[in-house]
C-alpha cells in the first residue's frame, strides 16, 4: 500500500506525547519523552535507536503490556492507556501480534500445534484453527514441519513460525522486536521477506524495532529513537550518523 493510501485510512496506532519514568537508585529516568507516533493500516515502520535507547519500553506502551506515565496511546482511534487490566488483555488478544527475538514457542508442542493455541484461546473452534494453522505455515515455506516441535526446527523455522503465530488471530498492529537479532544474515533475510509478504498481503500496520540497516530499508519509513523522542531518520540530528542510530 502507498504512503498516501495508508494515509486515507483511519490510524491502526497513534502514540501522543508518550512518557515513560522509570525509578532508579533514587532518580527517575525518563525513557520515553513525549513520543508521537501515527501508524496506518499497510505501513510497515522501522524503529532503530542505540541499544538501551527506549526501542522495547515504547513496543511494550504501545502493545498495552506496560502503561505510559503521561500521554495517549490509541488503537483504532480509542485511548487504550488507562483501561483496566482485563480490557487491554482482551485488546491485546484480538488486535495486536507480538514476535520478540527469541521464538518463545512452547517446547512441548507441535509448529502446528504452537500457531493453533491462540487462536483456540480465543474461542475459535478447534478444526478452523489447526486450518488457518496448516494454511499459514505452508504459506511460509513450513509444510513439511507441521509436526516437529522447536527442537527439530532450525533458528530461522522457529522464528517463522513464531511469525504466523502472531498473525493467527488477524491482529490489527504488529510489533515486532528485533525479529532477526538471533540469525545469520542469509537466514534472517527469508524470515524478514516471509515476514513482509504476509504484511503486506494483510495490510495490517507493522512497527519493528531492528538494528538490521537492510531490514529497516526495504520498510516504508523509518523513525529513530534519539533522547526519548521519535525523530525520522532523514531529520536526524547531524550529530547522529545513521550508522550510531543502529548501533
Do not use: W
Request: aromatic residues 2%.
Amino acid at each position: 500500500m502507498t504512503e498516501n493510501a495508508s494515509r486515507s485510512l483511519e490510524p491502526a496506532l497513534e502514540l501522543r506525547g508518550v512518557r515513560k519514568i522509570f525509578r532508579q537508585g533514587g532518580a527517575d529516568i525518563a525513557v520515553l519523552n513525549g513520543v508521537d507516533l501515527t501508524l496506518h493500516p499497510g505501513e510497515m515502520v522501522a524503529l532503530v535507536g542505540p541499544s538501551g535507547a527506549g526501542k522495547s519500553t515504547l513496543l511494550h506502551v504501545a502493545g498495552l503490556l506496560e502503561r505510559p506515565n503521561d500521554g495517549l496511546v490509541l488503537i483504532e482511534g480509542r485511548d487504550c492507556a488507562g483501561l483496566s487490566d482485563e480490557h487491554r488483555t482482551l485488546l491485546r488478544r484480538r488486535a495486536l501480534g507480538f514476535v520478540y527475538q527469541f521464538h518463545h514457542l512452547l517446547p512441548e508442542f507441535s509448529a502446528l500445534e504452537n500457531v493453533m493455541l491462540p487462536q483456540m484461546i480465543a474461542a475459535v473452534p478447534r478444526p478452523d484453527a489447526r486450518a488457518k494453522a496448516e494454511t499459514l505455515l505452508r504459506r511460509v515455506g513450513l509444510g513439511e514441519r507441521l509436526s516437529h516441535r522447536p527442537a527439530r526446527l532450525s533458528g530461522g523455522e522457529q522464528q517463522r513460525v513464531a511469525i504466523v503465530r502472531a498473525l493467527a488471530n488477524d491482529p490489527k498492529i504488529l510489533l515486532a522486536d528485533e525479529p532477526t537479532g538471533n540469525l545469520d544474515h542469509a537466514t534472517a533475510a527469508g524470515v524478514m521477506a516471509a515476514l513482509i509478504e504476509i504484511v503486506r498481503a494483510s495490510g495490517l500496520a507493522a512497527l519493528i524495532a531492528t538494528h538490521n540497516l537492510d531490514l529497516a530499508h526495504r520498510l516504508d519509513r523509518i523513525v529513530a529513537l534519539e533522547d526519548g523522542r521519535l525523530t525520522p531518520v532523514a531529520s536526524v540530528s547531524s550529530g547522529l550518523t545513521e550508522r550510531q542510530v543502529l548501533s
